[in-house]
């Protein structure tokens, strides 16, 4: 291989004969190369493209890489698929509502198939940052607060994604993303720096991306943000000391959109040359969009400043990767127009889109039982702008969602209903902007209803990438409107819209019922109405915690100890605000269903555990109430002293149970030393003697705590 075909290789580029959506998505960081993509193929400058969809365009592309190049090396096709293409999966965060690992990897799975058949080899996901402040815009692409549920849903997505076997048509080869801490952004600002101690770094944010390697990701994509000073597109001592040298990683990095470029601003490179230089230094193999490599790389290495090694060891992963996709064995694999028609937007794609939504859904508070609603004989105001909207389903990073094939909470509402004209519609506001007459008309339709359904919260263009908040609340002009109707004195369900948690205020923290269902996709409105009239009894559970008020942020259930904790006993002066106290509106892992249940304490197999035994925690849970629903058991831990502050609580395991009403189940969590260790002064992975808290319950701040000892080897 020549210099430059070495280099282009290592240069990826979005597609711009066949970009969807026509627009580029991310258009101010940088135009595009050329606009001859056909002679560039031709010269073997480029390892793929990005953002292009079509069977039959990408095989028209491909046909030039393998017949008309030099070196007939084929391309990879790749894309944003984060929660699905064509068919839209709740958003990645609310799908870590369902709590099931399964379910995610099915929703993978179905989003893999749909994009193979598409034209695409490679996605750009899962999103497995770990999002601890809530103004972070790109929480909602990612699985909320917790290492533990973050990285079981970071495995079983990979797992989902790349399938069976590498080669397989439809297998999309997984990129965990983004490596790494950028969702511990400074103030929650998009692209802000990072400042953090190393045992934080491993024990939280680092711990998805071992997981989802060791599952077999064979990609990852280089994060924007710097961490305690060293921006990551130039950190060689976590891109390759780290990833390469100690976790062994063997697949390909690629930079995120200019990342490479952005070192220059970030003022840790001179010019374009040097940000090169550090870069491929660092363990970036891939530039992505600037044309960095294409254009310097080759010079780096004639005038000495860089050893052909290095690009050679980028050249390898590329190839090796390349080759473990079965692409030079079959380089038109997926590209298909024939399977491209008979698997986009099919009935089974909706099915699961329709299961994942509603097992996203998280019933948040139910006074009254005002919930389930009846579908018939109750006269129903559905208010707000999310009512009838079709624009705002998808939520962020849906680039090639179809909206003509999409469910709108009214067409939900109106298909499950006896009689739809007990049903009025209206929007009473926009999302950001009042609605002229748009109060009185709500005021209006709120009076003449038995119940009022209020569909609230953030448009999809409020959160992910560069979408960070000041305040997490609901906009001012559609909390006017709840206050508005809340004063005519019906009862109230709260349809929550939103890609992160909210701090709730007035009439609609104090409704009878809240409801948050994420941005849930395609299937939207008949997941909804499956749960508002009572066909499917709710089971999402909380995995962020929702603050009382937003200067909480960052705000996360398993924080560290403090020497002035809160509770009723001791010091006047508290780890508090003046104007909350230090706890969630709703905890981490809270959510209700359409019944009750009853948590006996946990019982331990022993309560001295031996330094290489097994210690087995088990708990009775009764469904007293008189549905059969499904309860998320959750299994906490709590270590009462060791060298290092530790967090309050710590999610150690998880198990959905189903239980009829009347009956009782028991769950069964194991813990070993393994389980009880973390990163200690010297940064050794340890776990130390000592006595331990830990709870079976239904969220992070309920449930009676048993205690147990490790013994010393």
């Known amino acids: 291989m020549t210099l430059q075909e070495k280099a282009g290789q290592l240069s990826i580029f979005s597609d711009m004969t066949r970009l969807v959506p026509k627009t580029q998505i991310n258009p101010e960081a940088g135009p595009p190369v050329d606009t001859n993509l056909a002679q560039r193929v031709r010269e073997g400058r480029l390892i793929g493209v990005f953002n292009g969809l079509g069977a039959a365009g990408a095989r028209a592309i491909q046909k030039i890489a393998v017949e ?3 070196l007939k090396i084929p391309l990879i096709f790749g894309a944003d698929v984060l929660h699905g293409l064509y068919t839209i999966f709740p958003i990645p965060l609310g799908e870590a509502a369902s709590f099931d690992p399964q379910l995610a990897e099915r929703t993978a799975r179905a989003a893999a198939i749909e994009s193979t058949a598409n034209g695409l080899h490679w996605t750009f996901a899962p999103m497995v940052d770990i999002g601890r402040d809530q103004r972070w815009g790109r929480v909602a692409e990612g699985s909320g607060e917790d290492p533990y549920l973050g990285t079981a849903l970071a495995v079983a997505r990979v797992r989902g994604f790349q399938g069976k076997n590498l080669t397989d048509e439809d297998s999309m080869l997984a990129c965990p993303k983004h490596f790494v801490a950028y969702g511990a952004a400074s103030g929650g600002m998009d692209y802000n720096s990072v400042e953090m101690s190393e045992q934080t770094l491993h024990e939280v944010y680092l711990a998805p991306f071992k997981a989802a390697f060791e599952a077999g990701a064979l990609s990852t994509m280089s994060s924007f ?14 891109m390759t000391e780290l990833l390469r040298e100690e976790w062994r990683f063997r697949g390909m990095v690629v930079s995120d959109y200019t990342a490479d470029k952005e070192l220059i601003a970030h003022g840790v490179a001179n010019d374009d040359r040097e940000a090169t230089k550090l870069a491929i230094l660092a363990g970036v193999d891939i530039s992505m969009q ?20 290095v690009v050679d060891e980028s050249v390898r992963r590329v190839l090796r990767t390349k080759y473990v996709l079965g692409l030079f064995d079959n380089p038109y694999r997926s590209l298909n127009p024939k399977v491209e028609k008979r698997n986009t937007m099919t009935p089974q794609l909706r099915a699961i889109a329709r299961e994942s939504a509603r097992a996203s859904i998280v019933l948040m508070k139910n006074e009254g039982e005002l919930l389930p609603l009846r579908k018939s004989g109750q006269k129903i105001a559905l208010i707000g702008p999310f009512g009838p909207d079709t624009l705002n389903l998808a939520g962020p990073w849906a680039p090639f969602a179809n909206f003509n094939h999409v469910v709108s ?33 709500a005021v209006a339709a709120a009076s003449a209803a038995d119940v009022v359904v209020l569909a609230i919260g953030e448009g999809q263009n409020m959160s992910g990438e560069g979408n960070s908040r000041t305040r997490i609340d609901v906009p001012a002009p559609q909390q006017q409107l709840a206050e508005a109707v809340a004063k005519v004195g019906k009862p109230i369900v709260v349809l929550l819209r939103n890609g992160r948690a909210l701090a709730l205020e007035g009439a609609v923290r104090e409704a009878q019922a809240i409801v948050t269902t994420w941005f849930l996709g395609t299937e939207t409105g008949s997941a909804i109405a499956d749960v508002l009239f009572g066909d499917y009894s709710p089971s999402g559970r909380l995995p962020v915690s929702f603050p009382q008020d937003s200067g909480q942020q960052p705000y996360f259930y398993n924080r560290r100890t403090t020497g002035r904790p809160q509770g009723d006993q001791g010091p006047a002066y508290k780890a508090r605000y003046r104007e909350v106290s230090n706890e969630a509106l709703y905890s981490f892992g809270h959510g209700l269903t359409y019944s009750r249940f009853d948590y006996e304490p946990p019982i331990v197999s022993t309560d001295s ?3 290489n035994e097994v210690l087995t925690v088990t708990a009775k849970i ?3 109430g008189e549905r059969e629903a499904e309860e998320v058991a959750q299994l906490y831990i709590r270590d009462r002293t060791a060298s290092l502050t530790r967090p309050i609580r710590e999610l150690k395991g998880f198990r959905k149970v189903r239980i009829a009403p009347g009956t009782s189940a028991e769950v069964q969590f194991t813990l070993t030393r393994t389980d009880l260790a973390f990163y200690n002064a010297a940064m050794k992975f340890v776990a130390e003697p000592g006595e331990f808290d830990v709870w079976i319950s239904p969220s992070a701040t309920t449930g009676v705590s048993t205690r147990f000892e490790l013994k010393g080897a």
Do not use: C
Request: overall charge negative.
């Open 409 to 441: 909470v009214e067409q939900g509402l109106r298909a499950a209903l006896t009689d739809p004209s007990l049903l009025t519609v209206t929007q009473g506001s926009l999302i950001e902007k009042p609605l002229e007459g748009g109060i009185d008309a």
């Open 622 to 624: 009764t469904n007293i």
């Open 225 to 238: 943000n710097d961490v305690n000073g060293v921006p990551m597109s130039a950190n060689r001592k976590l």
């Open 68 to 70: 008309e190049s030099r």
């Open 609 to 611: 555990l031996g330094w």
């Open 290 to 309: 600037s044309d960095l490599y294409n254009l310097y790389l080759p010079e780096l290495v004639k005038s000495g400043d860089l050893a052909m090694a």
